[in-house]
């Protein structure tokens, strides 16, 4: 089964909203990942914690990760209709060189 | 901004034909990544290159074959297309452990 669990699977907040989306993730991990895909694009990295990290900041971008419940979340404040996209998480798991296992992915729609 | 790039962007090619997705970076990484990814769906890795002359299969088994011939060149290969290779195909490059992933903007493939 996939290391990675988003949910909620969808969301759809007003333009001005905070966004929250979770992960969650089975085994030990290097770092977990989040990243964006705009409809038919590859995926842009949003933002990297490191296992011994609990919080990190990023403009409007917040995540945090507590590796005793192995689950994450990532904080968009103040979205915007640009925000709208689908947002994976991934983990590197350790052991795993670098190769990430990716979530399913929440798709966010931000209404104008 | 890419500095990973896909060609083609989409192709649409008949069963039987012998298809090569095409996959470049500038950045001089040394690990390469091959993701399938169904329309809504998570990425599942097919393939991975930890060098020149590195290849190794991803977690979901696919019929394709990867080359690794130069740094910045990571083809991937269908000897034949079938219908069920219909999906979207996408590269992305890493530098060392622990790093993000870069990616491109995909390839389309519809096999008819």
């Known amino acids: 089964s996939q290391q990675g669990e988003e949910d909620p699977q969808a969301l759809s907040i007003q333009e001005g909203e905070n966004a929250t989306m979770n992960c969650s993730y089975k085994t030990s991990i290097n770092n977990l990942q989040w990243y964006r895909q705009n409809s038919g694009r590859g995926l842009v990295h949003l933002i990297l914690i490191r296992s011994n990290e609990r919080e990190k900041h990023s403009g409007r971008l917040r995540v945090t990760l507590d590796t005793s419940k192995k689950s994450s979340s990532l904080l968009i404040t103040a979205s915007r209709a640009a925000d709208t996209a689908s947002y994976f998480c991934a983990t590197d798991a350790t052991g795993a060189n670098s190769k990430l296992t990716f979530g399913k992915g929440i798709t966010l729609s931000v209404r104008p | 901004e890419a500095d990973i790039y896909q060609t083609p962007r989409y192709l649409v090619i008949g069963t039987g034909k012998k298809i090569t997705l095409e996959c470049s970076q500038t950045?001089?990484?040394?690990?390469m990544y091959w993701y399938q990814q169904d329309p809504g769906m998570e990425l599942h890795l097919i393939h991975y290159s930890y060098g020149v002359n590195s290849t190794e299969k991803g977690d979901l088994s696919s019929e394709s074959t990867v080359s690794r011939i130069r740094t910045e060149h990571f083809p991937l290969t269908l000897e034949s297309a079938r219908p069920s290779h219909t999906s979207q195909y996408l590269c992305?490059?890493?530098?060392?452990?622990?790093?993000?992933?870069?990616f491109g903007d995909g390839t389309r493939l519809s096999i008819l």
């Open positions: 992305a490059s890493s530098p060392p452990q622990g790093q993000p992933q870069h």
């Open positions: 950045m001089g990484h040394d690990k």
